[in-house]
């Protein structure tokens, strides 16, 4: 059974930054695809990045992308969400998923994913 945990979450003002971790355990964390999503208040769950086992193959959603970095470490068994230049829209709770089975065109569906962390709480002040 896989497990993830979240930290690194916090009270960051506008243009600050934050980063994630996201601890890994239970499996070889190398065959697995493993993403950020989030979900704001009164929002769905919306994907942030993934990345299929190799850095070569992250992705990121257009809301992000520039000023957020996800990177993977399987010898620690963890992956990181490096958020840069906040901005008050990026207040939510992050959310770590892994999923073994994934195609290219599903990264981005959170019905794809297997394992879900508890989310850590980001919220950006103005």
């Known amino acids: 059974q896989v497990q993830l945990v979240e930290s690194g979450g916090g009270l960051v003002p506008v243009g600050g930054s934050l980063r994630l971790s996201c601890k890994f355990s239970g499996r070889t964390i190398n065959t697995y695809t493993l993403a950020w999503f989030r979900q704001g208040p009164g929002t769905q769950r919306e994907f942030v990045a993934g990345n299929r086992r190799s850095a070569e193959n992250t992705y990121y959603s257009d809301s992000v992308k520039g000023r957020f970095t996800m990177s993977r470490d399987n010898a620690e068994n963890s992956v990181y969400l490096q958020m840069n230049s906040l901005k008050p829209e990026d207040t939510a709770v992050y959310f770590c998923?892994?999923?073994?089975?994934?195609?290219?065109?599903?990264?981005?569906?959170?019905?794809?994913?297997?394992?879900w962390g508890r989310g850590t709480q980001v919220t950006v002040s103005s």
């Open positions: 998923a892994a999923g073994s089975r994934i195609i290219l065109s599903s990264v981005g569906r959170s019905s794809a994913y297997d394992y």
